[in-house]
């Protein structure tokens, strides 16, 4: 594990287990595949998580750490909220609001807003 990509990356799921444990444990599940170059600096599929080297390479701290959480926590929602479901269950939530309050609400996706929208009707 020479690679200083990888380094990072695994530095970065690291440091989540003790900030963020939930989070955390959702990401070093992941096995970590450098994609090809025409993908986002980090995308998952539920099993694997995949990462842009040179994009990850050229990344802070911060924004691969935002960028990580914002990727395992929508993938998360997706799981939770199933094809056909019509309204978030209480875990779908949990995620929403974890990634509300790592991410800044300014910072978080626009379906994470619709659904965060949702929760303060309720």
């Given amino acids: 594990m020479n690679d200083p990509v990888v380094q990072a990356l695994v530095?970065?799921?690291v440091a989540l287990l003790f900030e963020e444990p939930f989070i955390g444990n959702?990401?070093?599940?992941?096995?970590?595949v450098a994609a090809p170059a025409q993908t986002?600096?980090?995308t998952t599929d539920g099993l694997r998580l995949y990462y842009q080297p040179a994009l990850v390479r050229a990344a802070s701290r911060d924004a691969l750490r935002a960028t990580m959480i914002e990727v395992v926590l929508n993938d998360a929602i997706q799981q939770l909220e199933g094809p056909s479901s019509d309204e978030a269950n209480p875990w779908a939530r949990l995620a929403v609001f974890k990634a509300a309050d790592h991410l800044g609400l300014e910072n978080v996706p626009k379906r994470i807003k619709v659904l965060l929208a949702g929760q303060a009707k309720t």
């Fill in 26 to 32: 959702l990401a070093t599940r992941l096995e970590l």
């Fill in 40 to 42: 986002r600096i980090l």
């Fill in 11 to 13: 530095a970065q799921r």
